[in-house]
């Protein structure tokens, strides 16, 4: 008996001891979890300011849940400073949540904004409990990259930006949705919301001599005050580019420049106020940042590196004919000018005109670097430098502008050149943009404002002709930017 | 062999003097009707040219046998036998000349600025 006794009291040993053993791998595997999370969130690196300097994950607090073969673990986040949404139709409070998907151990990390329509319950702050949850989630990944937004009626989630990288998101959530399966509409793109967002801060007198602190006094508190208006990442409209452009227009900084598709860009350029208050250009620019070819361009002109700077700004007061201009350098300043007037066109064909104009940036920026001065001025060395430097450019100069000789007539050299060599370029701009249409209309909208040149006029007529046609009709049956 | 590259710097020296020298020396009076003055920037007939160095303060009478216009300038040029047909004779200024505005301040003088021909590039593309 006492032998039995012996095994069983053996047994049980054995079984507390591996019990403790795997709690404590267990544990372990969780701080691992948990510090790999802490390492890979960069809140500071979101263009959303707000994210970036107002939010604060709450790493004591997760919530775990397990469905089918995934394992879900949820920290709540908060403003530090709550800020308010002043909208018709949205809930004044925002919530945003770190989300940990772990399935077939494969494990996938996003952060989320939580907006809530006015008819929805609050957020549960889980995304397995979102049946009477309306409203849309914008998603991040950890270090700030805008992956899309995933709209949520009663439980039911749908990828609205029909990005790759939320499918799995998508149908995690669907996978708990209880639900009967009626069609949910989503409303539509054509509101905006305000976010309020207060800051104070005490500010004190420090008495020191000699490094030696004598008294501190309170003086005041400035409080801070940021407003935000926002379009609304939505859907259903029925313009699923109009839909993509309004949401990725949507990541404005505090100063209501920097955008997610080109944040990494936007320190590179100036943008007047008038620029980043233009929804449709800073939709347009937005999703430009997406094109290489674009990307390039712009990044020449990085601060730490170029010899010009780049503003681009909106005027009123622009020629009806006239879509932009772009400014030779003025103190070192390239500007490129939108006409308001202007913008009543298809988004693709403004992207043709950012990508027009960026070359002319471009050109003006490749000149100024020989002329090594505030303005372009070249003395005859410089001349020879750029033929050096810039081969092609000087030979339209010289042709164009410089050097007209008797019997030939001005025209405008950077023009000349954009018409026979750079309009491959505005193609394959045009082509990352929206790679949807015929090659014919890209090659069309390519000679927009390059119809005064010699090589536009040596073009037979009947190909004239059909190029306009080309242009037109795709203006006609296109819904408009602006 | 010590001479013999002294003697070598010292002829290479002077063949560069003497070929600064050589350039001539060409006056163009402003005339405020015709021609502008702006931001260092001479400008006749669409022509511009940049202010280079200092002005100086000069009699009408030390510079008079220098002045000339553009026109002559550039019927000289088209004579040499340097010149390519190919280019505008402006393009030729900085080989064989040394350019002066002269700005009358008074009856019998003015300043004298140094210049040089300039290609500007400014104003807008507009599309």
Redesign the interface.
């Given at each position: 008996m006492s032998r039995i006794t012996n095994y069983l009291t053996g047994a049980f040993l054995l079984f507390l001891l591996l019990s403790c053993t795997n709690d404590s791998s267990d544990k372990t595997g969780k701080t691992d979890s948990l510090n790999q999370l802490k390492e890979e969130l960069h809140l500071e690196k979101f263009s959303n300011v707000n994210i970036a300097k107002n939010v604060e994950v709450n790493w004591n607090n997760a919530l775990q849940t397990e469905n089918k073969d995934v394992a879900i673990v949820e920290f709540d986040a908060k403003e530090k400073f709550p800020s308010k949404i002043q909208s018709s139709f949205l809930k004044a409070e925002m919530n945003y949540q770190l989300i940990s998907i772990e399935s077939e151990g494969e494990l996938k990390n996003y952060f989320i904004e939580v907006f809530s329509y006015n008819d929805s319950e609050a957020y549960s702050k889980t995304i397995t409990k979102l049946d009477k949850f309306r409203g849309v989630f914008n998603v991040f990944s950890l270090n700030g990259q805008n992956l899309g937004s995933i709209a949520i009626d009663h439980g039911n989630a749908k990828n609205i930006s029909e990005s790759k990288t939320l499918d799995f998101l998508t149908e995690t959530i669907n996978s708990f949705d209880v639900s009967p399966n009626i069609t949910k509409k989503i409303p539509l793109c054509d509101k905006t919301y305000t976010q309020v967002v207060e800051q104070s801060e005490d500010r004190y007198r420090v008495v020191s001599v000699g490094g030696k602190i004598l008294s501190v006094e309170y003086m005041d508190t400035v409080v801070t005050r940021t407003t935000t208006i926002l379009p609304y990442p939505c859907d259903g409209s029925g313009d699923r580019d109009a839909i993509i452009l309004q949401r990725t227009a949507h990541y404005y900084t505090g100063d209501g420049k920097s955008y997610a598709g080109v944040s990494g860009l936007l320190d590179v350029i100036i943008t007047d106020p008038s620029f980043s208050n233009n929804p449709c250009l800073v939709a347009v620019f937005t999703k430009l940042g997406g094109s290489p070819t674009f990307q390039t361009y712009l990044k020449k002109f990085d601060s730490k590196f170029s010899v010009a700077n780049l503003k681009l700004s909106v005027s009123s007061t622009l020629a009806n004919n006239?879509?932009?201009?772009?400014?030779?350098p003025i103190n070192y300043l390239i500007n490129i000018e939108f006409n308001e007037n202007n913008l009543k066109r298809p988004a693709l064909s403004i992207a043709k005109?950012f990508m027009?104009?960026m070359i002319?940036a471009e050109m003006?920026r490749k000149?100024l670097s020989v002329a090594g001065q505030p303005?372009?001025?070249?003395?005859?060395?410089q001349?020879n430098q750029l033929r050096n430097d810039y081969p092609g450019l000087y030979d339209y100069?010289m042709r164009y502008?410089?050097?007209?000789?008797p019997g030939q007539n001005p025209s405008?050299a950077?023009?000349e050149a954009m018409a026979v060599h750079y309009r491959d370029i505005i193609v394959q701009t045009l082509k990352q943009f929206d790679n949807s249409l015929a090659n014919e209309t890209y090659e069309a909208l390519a000679w927009e404002?390059l119809k005064n040149t010699i090589a536009w006029k040596k073009l037979p007529v009947e190909k004239q002709n059909n190029i306009s046609s080309i242009i037109t009709n795709f203006n006609n049956q296109n819904s408009n930017c602006q | 062999m010590k001479a013999s590259v002294f003697i070598f710097l010292i002829s290479l020296i002077s063949a560069q003097v003497i070929g600064q020298v050589s350039k001539e020396q060409k006056v163009i009076l402003f005339n405020g009707s015709t021609m502008t003055f702006k931001k260092n920037?001479f400008t006749v007939e669409k022509t511009?040219f940049?202010y280079i160095g200092k002005k100086k303060k000069t009699s009408f009478d030390s510079i008079k046998k220098s002045v000339s216009n553009l026109e002559t300038i550039n019927n000289e040029i088209v004579k040499r036998k340097e010149y390519d047909k190919?280019?505008?004779p402006d393009?030729y200024?900085?080989?064989f000349y040394d350019l002066y505005f002269f700005v009358k301040t008074n009856k019998d003088s003015g300043d004298l600025y140094p210049a040089?021909?300039?290609?500007?590039?400014?104003?807008?593309?507009?599309?």
């Open positions: 006239v879509n932009a201009e772009t400014t030779s005109t027009h104009e002319h003006y000149l303005q372009i001025q070249f003395n005859a060395n001349l100069y502008e410089f050097n007209i000789l405008d950077q023009h404002g | 920037i511009t940049k190919s280019k505008k393009f200024y900085s080989n040089e021909r300039v290609w500007i590039v400014d104003g807008k593309t507009i599309n």
